[in-house]
């Protein structure tokens, strides 16, 4: 069976809903457990070296955050996009959008490689830290600018993969990228084996190396699969408004992740007038929230397909559905992270050798950060139906109000008492931003979706602002 032919929407349509939902999103949680791997073990490596060098790795999450932020929103465009038009069974649609997705991934590192080349200088700037981290953050992150291209194309490759419903592919080729990188650090920063020890340099490369590996495999799949990309001259021709439509349907996740790198940047700046020690604590918590969203995340992925097909062929019972099941799953994985902070706080911070002021302030910032995970579940997964019904601004409102609005501004005013009510910008503001989230579902809800499922053609095709009103 090809892998984009459109017999297999089948599943989409009629499989029961728990174990598709299992089924798309498990593959994409081991997937994101092999990224959070990468970052994570770099800072345990890191660690090891000196409080310096770990701070500095801390500095650049930023910026590695905007790798991401831009990757997932081209990567999420393509998938929506692709899912949908296999709803609408357009699997010419399809195929060029898997197309320009591509070179979008290619246009977006030139871009960041651009950006980075003028910009890197004045991010330090903001920083008043000693040179001595300042150039180990400067030589960490300069590697991974270059390399980011390995992260931009084989985020494409997998949300190509993922809108046909293959998720195993993309798993394994992160899982080997991770273990290659996991392989070389030890080699790579303290010379192992014969290796010359380059120290912070050697985790970058041990990290790039690994994103290497994981894109060469998902091109090699794309290439050997000769029925995946298209050879028909009318597909392959480059179109601005295709390459326009992805930008637009991933636009939504590339503020909500590119904000990241904004609200880090601004929560280290208010940090680091109290000490070092406050910026390694931020560090370590995001570090540590990668593997605490791996559940929430992965059905946000797995489901995205599942709400773009479903939008697309009209069936919107099935639709709120998958919303449900979904958010009853990532509530639970979430109470169960903040039990976990609490219960094993300080065993969480002694992965990173820390030193005692080090847990003086990482003790009470864990365990009050933790208190805004269950929140997440509305902030993470709501926003995705706004998205893949196509109510942007909702989705995009949500995600300024929880990161721009509320974030950093409160953590100016909440610092003004001291470092511990700084840590209570955090569950503040995803409170505020659950609430405003879970408003706009009901009235999403209460809008032309709550339609009846045998009443709604399965070649529903009116145009996005008639799905729902607001």
């Known amino acids: 069976m090809k892998l984009f032919e459109v017999a297999s929407s089948d599943r989409m349509e009629t499989a029961p809903i728990v174990p598709l939902i299992l089924s798309m999103s498990t593959p994409v949680m081991v997937m994101l457990l092999t990224q959070a791997l990468y970052t994570f073990v770099d800072s345990i490596y890191v660690t ?26 081209t990567g999420v465009g393509v998938n929506v996009l692709m899912s949908t038009a296999f709803g609408k069974k357009r699997a010419d649609d399809a195929f060029a959008i898997a197309i320009h997705g591509l070179l979008l991934a290619v246009l977006d590192w030139l871009l960041f490689l651009i950006l980075s080349f003028f910009a890197l200088d004045a991010f330090f700037d903001i920083y008043a830290v000693s040179n001595e981290v300042r150039a180990l953050g400067t030589e960490y992150i300069r590697i991974l600018v270059w390399a980011s291209l390995f992260v931009f194309v084989s985020t494409v490759c997998s949300r190509i993969l993922q809108s046909t419903g293959n998720m ?26 014969g290796f010359p020890r380059l120290g912070i340099t050697g985790a970058a490369i041990a990290t790039a190396t690994g994103q290497l590996c994981t894109m060469l495999l998902m091109l ?43 609200y880090i940047a601004g929560l280290n700046a208010v940090a680091v007038h109290f000490s070092e020690a406050a910026v390694s604590a931020i560090g370590i918590y995001y570090k540590l929230q990668s593997f605490l969203l791996v559940p929430t995340n992965g059905l946000n992925q797995g489901i995205t397909p599942l709400l773009g097909y479903n939008y697309g062929s009209g069936n919107y019972l099935r639709l709120w559905r998958t919303l449900f099941v979904s958010t009853v799953i ?22 990173f ?41 909702e989705n995009v409102f949500v995600t300024i109000v929880r990161q721009i609005i509320c974030l950093v501004p409160l953590a100016v005013i909440f610092s003004r008492f001291g470092l511990t009510y700084m840590w209570l910008t955090f569950p503040v503001s995803e409170l505020i931003a659950a609430v405003l989230a879970l408003w706009y579902t009901y009235k999403l809800y209460t809008g032309v979706l709550q339609i009846k499922e045998e009443a709604v053609s399965p070649f529903y095709n009116k145009r996005i602002r008639d799905v729902g009103r607001f």
């Open 353 to 393: 050798s820390p030193t005692a002021e080090l847990l003086s302030v990482g003790i009470p910032a864990l365990r009050i950060i933790s208190t805004s995970f269950p929140f997440f579940v509305f902030t993470i997964l709501n926003p995705t139906l706004f998205q893949a019904t196509g109510h942007i601004k």
């Open 48 to 73: 090891r070296l000196s409080s310096q060098a770990f701070t500095a790795v801390s500095l650049v999450i930023p910026l590695q955050s905007f790798v991401t932020a831009v990757s997932c929103g």
């Open 168 to 193: 195993s592919f993309p798993m394994l080729f992160e899982l080997i990228g991770a273990v290659v990188n996991i392989v070389l650090d030890p080699i790579m920063i303290f010379g192992l084996f």
């Open 330 to 351: 990532s509530f639970l994985s979430l109470c169960t992270g903040t039990l976990c902070f609490w219960l094993f706080t300080r065993n969480l911070l002694e992965m």
């Open 220 to 262: 090699y799949m794309l290439i050997r699969r000769r029925d995946l990309l298209p050879h028909r001259a009318s597909v392959l021709k480059a179109s601005f408004s295709t390459i326009k439509d992805i930008c637009v349907f991933g636009f939504p996740t590339m503020i909500m992740y590119s904000m990241c790198t904004f």
